[in-house]
Every structure is written in C-alpha cells, then in structure tokens.
C-alpha cells in the first residue's frame, strides 16, 4: 500500500492475463503528505518473461526526477 488512510488506502495496480511470477514494491515517496511508489512484476508468457513497472509519480518535477533515479533499483 502506497497511502493508508482511516478510511481506506490505495495503491499501484497491474491486471494481466499473463500469470504473474513475481512482484515487489519500493516507495519513491518524497515526503508523508504525498506517497508514491514503484511497483515490479514479472510475466510469464511462456515465450520470454515480461518485465512491467507501474508508477505513480509526484506533482513537482524534482521530485519526478528522483523518482525516475530509483526506477533503476
């Protein structure tokens, strides 16, 4: 979970009809008021695995910009 609240939270999100085989979460967040993360998953399609990220990057460009550093975790 990126942002947990009293009433609920939310996250990043893949669908896929491929099976997932792995998957993994890294915060980018720059500060508590505004979480972000990285989420990493791995397909197996059965010709070759699929790498796929899904982000949710900040409001401000510097912050955007080290959030795209850690995408090279």
Known sequence: MNAVYNHGHHDNALLSRFEIVLQSDQDVS???YEARGILHCVLKTGIVDIHCYVVHLGLFGGG???QNAALSW
């Open 30 to 32: 720059e500060h508590a």
């Open 64 to 66: 955007r910009r080290r």
